[in-house]
Nanobody, 123 residues
Framework: QAQLVESGGGLVQAGGSLRLSCAAS????????MGWFRQAPGKEREFVAA????????FYADSVKGRFTISRDNAKNTVNLQMNSLQPEDTAVYYC????????????????WGQGTQVTVSS
């Protein structure tokens, strides 16, 4: 059974950094676009970043451009999200997602989702 498992969340002070990882298992996701979403308390889930199957193209929400970097390692079946200059408004549960179609990932309707990892940024 295909599964996505996030890790790397935690508590960090404003201005700090965290690196999230998403490990895929149960199948190969090398031909899948992958992305990250987040959901803060009382808010809807929102798109954060996405990467094409090859890793050649990346896409970001305006709120994280210049601070977050998405990357993938197809040999290891993982996708990472390096988060720098974190701010309290980045506090949320972060989810990994995957789908054959990039636009489906960005739209938030991908076939595969992880359980999420909590990121808390203190001021």
């Amino acid at each position: 059974q295909a599964q996505l498992v996030e890790s790397g969340g935690g508590l960090v002070q404003a201005g700090g950094s965290l690196r999230l990882s998403c490990a895929a298992s149960g199948r190969t996701f090398r031909s899948y676009a992958m992305g990250w979403f987040r959901q803060a308390p009382g808010k809807e889930r929102e798109f954060v970043a996405a990467v094409t199957w090859s890793g050649g193209s990346t896409f970001y929400a305006d709120s994280v451009k210049g601070r977050f970097t998405i990357s993938r390692d197809n040999a290891k079946n993982t996708v990472n999200l390096q988060m720098n200059s974190l701010q309290p408004e980045d506090t949320a549960v972060y989810y990994c997602a995957a789908d054959v179609k990039l636009q489906t990932v960005i739209a938030g309707t991908g076939d595969y989702w992880g359980q999420g990892t909590q990121v808390t940024v203190s001021s």
